[in-house]
T-cell receptor, first 118, second 115 residues
Framework: GAVVSQHPSRVICKSGTSVKIECRSL??????MFWYRQFPKQSLMLMAT?????????EQGVEKDKFLINHASLTLSTLTVTSAHPEDSSFYIC??????????????FGPGTRLTVL | AQSVTQLDSQVPVFEEAPVELRCNYS??????LFWYVQYPNQGLQLLLK??????LVKGINGFEAEFNKSQTSFHLRKPSVHISDTAEYFC?????????????FGAGTRLAVHP
């Protein structure tokens, strides 16, 4: 149980295009999902907290117009990198909390999406 | 503010040897602590967590960690490592902010197990 998937696993795009990354909780409902960014050989940095049916909460320094988050249902959150540039190249990881587990403190992580902007 | 310090960026060790990955945290309130493992190009997998109760926490793959409040540490240990344990290990503390329990990660420790 508690499986989180991400799609695509890897994407290469041209500078100036937009890329959408999906995060799904496969066997549980998640009112809250989190989006992280990880640069090579570095730790995960929280970008935003995504809530089903409401606006996402962004961490300080993260451009909300650049990284659009939509949490359309209890099992799906999407991150859209708009007008991507090479500096947006990174590993993007989502996580979700299991609502059925009393909204506990454990986050279940997706496998990540490697974005490369040329 | 809460923070996590992983004292070793890399830990080389021979197969079947014991290993300890160090983690210290700073917090003025009660904390929840976690250890995650990340294999190349993959997401994070939870090894173990401390929420309350016994300070010695046992996790998956033979790992365990001990919560030491006086030393604000949560070191990860394994008595005998395998080649397959080669990975990046992250210590994390849960921080309540903006209505949510968010995770703050340490910089990570690269465990390299050699034959």
């Amino acid at each position: 149980g508690a499986v989180v998937s991400q799609h695509p696993s890897r994407v290469i795009c041209k500078s100036g295009t937009s890329v959408k990354i999906e995060c799904r909780s496969l066997d549980f409902q998640a009112t809250t999902m989190f989006w992280y960014r990880q640069f090579p050989k570095q730790s995960l940095m929280l970008m935003a907290t995504s809530n089903e049916g409401s606006k996402a909460t962004y961490e300080q320094g993260v451009e909300k117009d650049k990284f659009l988050i939509n949490h359309a249902s209890l099992t799906l959150s999407t991150l859209t990198v708009t007008s991507a540039h090479p500096e947006d190249s990174s590993f993007y990881i989502c996580s979700a909390r299991d609502l059925g587990n009393g909204g506990g403190n454990e986050q279940f992580f997706g496998p990540g999406t490697r974005l490369t902007v040329l | 503010a809460q923070s996590v310090t992983q004292l070793d960026s890399q830990v080389p060790v021979f197969e079947e040897a014991p290993v300890e990955l160090r983690c210290n945290y700073s917090s003025s309130v009660s904390v929840y602590l976690f250890w995650y493992v990340q294999y190349p190009n993959q997401g994070l997998q939870l090894l173990l967590k401390y929420l309350s109760g016994s300070t010695l926490v046992k996790g998956i793959n033979g790992f365990e960690a001990e919560f030491n409040k006086s030393q604000t540490s949560f070191h990860l240990r394994k008595p005998s490592v395998h080649i397959s344990d080669t990975a990046e290990y992250f210590c994390a503390v849960s921080r309540f902010s903006g209505g949510y329990n968010k995770l703050i990660f340490g910089a990570g420790t690269r465990l390299a197990v050699h034959p």
